[in-house]
């Protein structure tokens, strides 16, 4: 059986699998601040509004925890709402609703209660948004039991997780870099593509360094690797693509194989992704590894306005080859 | 500011009751459960059998008997920390309740939730709320879907005067409004949040139900400690917004006997007044409609006191299924993290 593919943009991806949810599920809709007449601020949702309506395509008050807890009541009783929390930074404002509710329900009611909602919310810094439009704060989400949290770095990943998660019975949290929506990809044609939750991906295959990177530094890594094959080392790079439930053994794997790890997110630095899965390293294939694992993240600064100053704080190409080179001077 | 609220006059003591024998009979046994459930676990506390904390609804009985009655099983309530007697008016059976007040399997969460998270999908309970306001969305959320399922159900919001105060209600009220959902905002106005009074924190003095205005509602407020008017002035709501004419907010002036929670011994001595407690008290939603049943003829002291018996020995009974049952096996830990 063969399928065929055709190039889409990340946005174009979301699109596509919001309309095909709801076309094939009448429970599915989608709210959120100007999402339905204006298309959202990113354009990721333009046309919607057209095709389904005000009632399933619904624009909200800018009320970031009362439209969260209004998915969670929706969600609880029959419903499978999709809602766009604008800029990730904003998901602070609706904490008690995932954290305290969606999160909690399923467990606290000894399995009765069921919260199928999908949360599409933004990362990503690079646009001079300055500190509260710019934060990559998924890690968070990643720390609560009870939401499954999906990162993805592609458009055909974006389209076929954000379609699982609208058909999964439990909470998810999609974050999508806001600097990626223009990205383009091959995606497999038709509506039924759909990506497994908790599955790690190898965007590219390497027998000496697994970079282990999300979302867009995903990109940066593959793009390193080109450099790096050239000086003779050849990189693997792991797209975990869920946080949460985290796929550790394709991680394992990989770094069993090549016994060197770096690990990449755009989230701080401290006490994040990149921390929880240097340890899950440490922890698990200690005995595999000829250098420590390195590990890059956002700088622990609050993201500045100025171009000048902002692409400092974030991971960049040099900086991964710098890392990876220093790796073997660590063993020399 | 109150010309934009009905204020429900109080029905008389003296006053008949139109409403049939068993209707009222049944009202009232809903009303000594709550209370006979409540001081069970009181005393199950003391005796050290439940762990954690519990909020006592005593005192306020006729606000959740009244609003419930006036529901369907089909319809939803969110209730809060103080919720066993929502969960009981709703429907929620004691045997049930009490074992997951233990901490024990057969509780309506498998002894994973507790006191303040019981939940019964298949009576619309979605479930108490260890925040408070934390249930003001989910209400407003359960009223959407039910408006676009297109079914005639209603969601109740119950919340006190102390989530008057929270932001998340100001956003699920406007949300309601604008979406003409079929929500009912009921306060359960008992005067204190927690261990404050809510004049001392509240802009507004006498009814917090002035604040639906803002939100472009009806508001009424009825003695809560009345549940003849708390029933009919629900009923009257929930016809109107299975009509489809949008979400209200009632008041239900009330009062909690004892402390804000089990650990609160003697508010008395602290942020209220004992001369305050007894006058509240004078106005017993049970002793009430006991009152009014037997002077209608409706029912025999007799008759009164045989309810209250079958009542205690059913809670007695439910307090013995709580101690026998077992806890959940080890694994239990790991179950429903997701679904």
Same mark, same amino acid.
């Not at chain 2, 008992?190 to 205005?213: F, P, Q």
């Not at chain 2, 809670?315 to 679904?339: L, S």
């Given at each position: 059986m063969s399928t065929s593919e055709r190039e889409i943009t990340f946005g174009e991806a979301v699109r596509e699998a919001i309309s095909e949810e709801m076309r094939r599920d009448e429970t599915v809709f989608f709210m959120g601040e100007d999402v339905a007449v204006a298309g959202g601020v990113f354009k990721v949702t333009a046309g919607l509004y057209e095709e389904f309506g005000s009632k399933r395509i619904r624009d909200t008050p800018i009320s970031e925890a009362g439209i969260m807890g209004v998915g969670v009541g929706a969600a609880l009783t029959g419903m499978r709402p999709v809602v766009e929390i604008m800029f990730g930074d904003f998901m602070t404002i609706a904490m008690d609703q995932v954290v305290n509710q969606a999160a909690k329900l399923c467990y606290m009611t000894g399995g009765q209660a069921r919260v199928p909602l999908t949360i599409r919310t933004t990362i990503g810094a690079g646009r001079s948004s300055a500190a509260q439009h710019s934060q990559s704060l998924h890690a968070w989400m990643a720390h609560i039991p009870g939401v499954k949290v999906l990162i993805p770095s592609t458009p055909a990943d974006l389209k076929g997780m954000l379609k699982s998660a609208i058909r999964d019975d439990n909470p998810v949290i999609i974050y999508e870099d806001k600097m990626m929506y223009s990205l383009k990809g091959m995606v497999p044609e038709g509506d039924d593509h759909l990506v497994p939750i908790g599955k790690a991906d190898i965007k590219r295959e390497g027998t000496d360094v697994t970079i282990v990177a999300t979302s867009s530094m995903v990109q940066l890594a593959l793009s390193a690797a080109d450099t790096l094959e050239q000086e003779g080392i050849s990189v693997e790079v792991v797209d975990p693509r869920t946080l949460s439930p985290l796929d550790t053994d394709t991680i394992l794997?990989?770094?069993? /194989?090549t016994?060197? %790890? *770096?690990? *990449?997110?755009?989230?701080y630095r401290s006490y994040g992704v990149t921390g929880e899965i240097a340890s899950l390293i440490a922890d698990e294939a200690f005995d595999y590894l000829d250098a420590p694992v390195k590990r890059l993240g956002a700088m622990d600064v609050p993201v500045p306005f100025s171009p000048s100053l902002e692409p400092s704080t974030i991971p960049n190409e040099a900086a991964i080859i710098s890392a990876v080179h220093s790796m073997y001077r660590d063993v020399a | 500011m109150s010309d934009d609220i009905e204020i429900v006059q109080p029905s008389s003591d003296d006053s008949e009751l139109t409403h049939p024998r068993e209707f009222c009979a049944e009202m009232y046994r809903k009303m000594v459960t709550i209370r006979r459930f409540e001081e069970a676990v009181l005393e199950i506390y003391q005796q050290g059998l439940m762990p954690g904390l519990a909020h006592p609804y005593i005192g306020q009985e006729a606000s959740a008997v009244g609003v419930c009655t006036a529901l369907r099983d089909d319809d939803y309530i969110t209730s809060t920390h103080r919720g066993h007697g929502h969960l009981i008016a709703k429907g929620g059976q004691v045997d049930r309740m009490m074992a997951e007040m233990m901490g024990k399997e057969a509780g309506y969460n498998r002894g994973k939730g507790g006191t303040m998270h019981i939940a019964d999908m298949s009576l619309g309970i979605l479930g108490a709320n260890g925040i408070v306001g934390g249930g003001m969305g989910m209400a407003t959320g359960a009223g959407l879907s039910a408006q676009m399922r297109e079914t005639d159900q209603v969601a109740v919001c119950f919340f006190g005067d102390g989530a008057a105060n929270q932001g998340s209600f100001l956003e699920a009220a406007n949300m309601a409004s604008i979406w003409s959902l079929p929500v009912i905002f009921l306060c359960e106005n008992?005067?204190?949040? @927690?261990?404050?009074? =809510?004049?001392?924190?509240? %802009?507004?003095? @006498? =009814? *917090? !139900?002035?604040?639906? !205005?803002g939100y472009n509602m009806p508001a009424i407020v009825v003695d809560g400690m009345d549940v003849v008017a708390v029933y009919e002035t629900t009923s009257r709501m929930v016809e109107n917004a299975r009509a489809g004419n949008g979400p209200c907010f009632i008041e239900t002036k009330t009062y909690r006997y004892r402390g804000h929670h089990v650990g609160d011994g003697n508010p008395e /001595?602290?942020?209220?007044?004992?001369?305050?407690?007894d006058l509240w008290k004078t106005r017993d939603p049970i002793t009430r409609l006991a009152r009014r049943m037997v002077k209608g003829g409706m029912a025999t002291e007799e008759e009164?006191?045989?309810?209250?018996?079958?009542?205690?020995? %059913?809670? @007695? =009974? !439910?307090?013995?299924? !709580? /101690?026998? %049952?077992?806890?959940?096996? /080890?694994?239990?830990?790991?179950? =429903?993290?997701?679904?």
């Open positions: 794997q990989s770094v069993r /194989k016994s060197r %790890a *770096i690990v *990449i997110d755009e989230g | 008992n005067l204190y949040g @927690e261990y404050t009074s =809510h004049r001392d924190v509240t %802009a507004i003095k @006498e =009814h *917090i !139900a002035e604040r639906a !205005a /001595k602290t942020y209220r007044t004992q001369e305050e407690t009164v006191s045989e309810i209250d018996q079958s009542i205690q020995s %059913a809670v @007695e =009974h !439910a307090v013995e299924f !709580a /101690k026998q %049952a077992p806890f959940p096996e /080890k694994g239990e830990v790991t179950e =429903h993290v997701y679904v």
